[in-house]
């Protein structure tokens, strides 16, 4: 009687692993349809660029810099 008791049917098994793979596509449909918005949006375009600026004037005070102390 034990036995019968913690058997648990391959039916439940398949499924559940269908109902997992399911949920996981919808999940990657989900995040790939996010994920385009955030590309398309001028929000993130703004950011990219302010972010370009930001570095580059990072990088150009730093050579300035180097440029001071490697000549002394």
């Known amino acids: 009687m034990t036995q019968e008791k ?22 990657e449909a989900f ?3 996010a994920a385009e918005k955030v590309h398309k949006s001028d929000t993130y375009k703004t ?9 580059k004037a990072i990088f150009r005070k730093a050579g300035k810099w180097w440029g001071k102390y490697s000549k002394e």
């Open 31 to 33: 995040i790939d349809n």
């Open 6 to 27: 913690n058997k648990v049917p391959k039916n439940n098994k398949e499924n559940s692993a269908v109902k997992t793979d399911q949920w996981i596509d919808k999940a």
């Open 47 to 55: 950011a990219g660029k302010t972010a370009e600026k930001a570095t």
